[in-house]
T-cell receptor, first 115, second 110 residues
Framework: EAGVTQSPTHLIKTRGQQATLRCSPI?????VYWYQQALGLGLQFLLW???????NRGNFPPRFSGRQFPNYSSELNVNALELEDSALYLC??????????????FGPGTRLTVL | DAKTTQPPSMDCAEGRAANLPCNHS???????VYWYRQIHSQGPQYIIH???NNETNEMASLIITEDRKSSTLILPHATLRDTAVYYC???????????FGKGTMLLVSP
């Protein structure tokens, strides 16, 4: 079974640009979660999508947005990039309706560098 | 989600048991204790979870105190590959996201 995949692996942008990160969940999982791991700040929850709808949002500005497609894959968009947006962005998926474990499976992440 | 408190770092000799403590004194009755770990530069990995009974799987054991205010993750025979940051998280299963604290950096040495 294929795990959660993310693309690209690395992304370099300059301040003010937009970044688009992509995530494919494990087959059969309907929920996708996005987390940011910036140096010194730990893992912080960004967004949760389930069945195409945004279910929850972390304490991030509106320039962080995303969507979930009918095949449950997801995009994270970061507009007007700032230097402090440099971080590892992790995507996770789960199928909490079908399991009592509600384990989140994480992808390898996208390393975003803003110059 | 309730907050947790973990020691910032711990050492363990290879082959010995690693016992990682976690305090969660404000845990609610419907909140589970989850443990994840993150090996350097990789995505976090689920280890185990429990509500009030002790749990064991192929990776680890989870001991939860009777009052549920603390728990201990036990890696029975630590290996070098167990070197990672271990996160203790309390949450309502299925209806909330994961709130990661700073975790415990476990260093397993030969």
């Amino acid at each position: 079974e294929a795990g959660v995949t993310q693309s690209p692996t690395h992304l370099i942008k300059t301040r003010g640009q937009q970044a688009t990160l992509r995530c494919s969940p494990i087959s059969g999982h309907t929920s996708v979660y996005w987390y940011q791991q910036a140096l010194g700040l730990g893992l912080q929850f960004l967004l949760w999508y389930d069945e195409g709808e945004e279910r929850n949002r972390g304490n991030f500005p509106p320039r962080f947005s995303g969507r979930q497609f009918p095949n449950y894959s997801s995009e994270l968009n970061v507009n007007a990039l700032e230097l402090e947006d440099s971080a590892l962005y992790l995507c996770a998926s789960s199928d909490f309706r079908q399991t009592s474990v509600d384990e989140q499976f994480f992808g390898p992440g996208t390393r975003l560098t803003v110059l | 989600d309730a907050k947790t408190t973990q020691p910032p770092s711990m050492d363990c000799a290879e082959g010995r048991a690693a016992n990682l403590p976690c305090n969660h004194s404000t845990i609610s009755g419907n909140e589970y204790v989850y443990w994840y770990r993150q090996i350097h530069s990789q995505g976090p990995q689920y280890i185990i979870h429990g509500l009030k009974n002790n749990e064991t799987n192929e990776m680890a054991s989870l001991i939860i105190t009777e009052d549920r205010k603390s728990s201990t993750l036990i890696l029975p025979h630590a290996t070098l590959r167990d070197t990672a940051v271990y996160y203790c998280i309390v949450r309502v299963a299925g209806y909330s996201t994961l709130t990661f604290g700073k975790g415990t950096m476990l260093l397993v040495s030969p």
